[in-house]
């Protein structure tokens, strides 16, 4: 278990390194991400990328448990 959390955490950690440069290829913008933008508020509510990388991270577990 306790291996399970250090490699979700240093996941955690790359994507938020790599973030600058995931966001160039268009995650975070995609169909079904809300945005909304007033003049001092900005809400950013990321729907579908939240699906996607649920779902990919699904796999991949589903795959190293296999």
Do not use: H, K
């Not at 240093?10 to 809300?34: E, T």
């Amino acid at each position: 278990m306790s291996r399970t959390l250090i490699i979700v955490g240093l996941v955690i950690v790359a994507v938020g390194i790599l973030w600058p440069w995931l966001s160039r290829i268009g995650l975070g913008r995609l169909p079904g991400d809300i945005v909304v933008q007033r003049e001092n508020f900005t809400f950013y509510a990321p729907i579908a990328t939240g699906i996607l990388v649920s779902v990919v991270l699904s796999v991949i577990f589903w795959l190293i448990n296999r």
